[in-house]
């Protein structure tokens, strides 16, 4: 744990901030496909009937003159979106692609961040504003640093590597909160296959 990776990842800009995407891409099941598009709309009535509260207490987030927008399509498939507002970009992972992309708020155009990224699934910024990325293939947390470091947080639980860190958060305290399940050691399609050495689990840093 804490150990350091020296290698600066391609396309890392210290200076430049997030940006954010939520799953709008069509996933295919095969190896041999190729990415797909669906036709998108966008609402023209206001409020949003896409949009549904299910919460009450997140009502007053609610913006009912604003609508879905798609970002980007062209995917496999995409999730862990992480907004970097200070930037005004958004990065979330592309996983069968192996890649890390980015959309800029200002350009709004598309571009790859991370490229391999080791499968990476949820991304999430700690209380510092650093990138925190769950890696399929290495089993591992790790934090992207200012100067583009990767520093490796966690990747085991008593001398017994994780299956494939998937969903992550950070909270207020400063703690790292993610799931553990089997995902990307079931196949090559999101990662590599590997025997499990750990039950499905929640684990914090």
Same mark, same amino acid.
């Given at each position: ?10 396309? @890392? ?8 995407? $939520?799953?709008? *891409?069509?996933? +295919?099941?095969?190896?041999? *496909?190729? *990415? ?5 709309? *966008? ?14 207490? @997140?009502?007053?987030?609610?913006? /009912? ?5 798609? !970002?980007?399509? $062209?995917?496999?498939? &995409?999730?862990?979106?992480?907004? @970097? ?19 800029? #708020? &200002? %350009? ?17 910024? =700690? ?9 399929? !293939? +290495?089993?591992?947390?790790?934090? %992207?640093?200012? =100067? ?8 085991? /639980? ?24 089997? @995902? ?5 399609? #999101? ?5 499990? #050495?750990?039950?499905?689990? &929640? /684990?914090?840093?």
């Amino acid at each position: 744990m804490n150990q350091e990776d020296k290698k600066k990842p391609p396309g @890392f800009d210290a200076t430049r901030r997030t940006t954010l995407l $939520g799953g709008l *891409a069509m996933a +295919t099941t095969a190896l041999t *496909a190729k *990415a797909q598009s669906f036709d998108f709309k *966008a609402s023209q009535r206001y409020p949003d009937p896409n949009v549904q509260v299910l919460d009450n207490s @997140f009502l007053k987030y609610r913006l /009912y003159s604003s609508t879905v927008e798609q !970002l980007a399509t $062209g995917f496999r498939w &995409v999730e862990g979106p992480v907004w @970097f507002g200070d930037g005004r970009y958004l990065l979330f992972s592309d996983i069968p692609n192996n890649r890390i992309m980015r959309w800029d #708020e &200002v %350009t709004g155009t598309t571009s790859v961040f991370r490229n391999p990224a080791n499968f990476t699934n949820g991304l999430a910024r =700690d209380r510092q504003g650093r990138l925190i990325a769950c890696e399929h !293939l +290495t089993r591992r947390i790790t934090r %992207t640093e200012y =100067d583009g470091r990767i520093t490796v947080l966690a990747d085991n /639980y008593n001398g017994k590597r994780f299956n494939s860190p998937n969903d992550i958060i950070c909270k207020s305290d400063g703690s790292i909160w993610f799931t553990d399940p089997p @995902f990307g050691i079931a196949g090559e399609w #999101e990662g590599d296959k590997q025997t499990s #050495e750990l039950p499905h689990a &929640v /684990y914090r840093i």
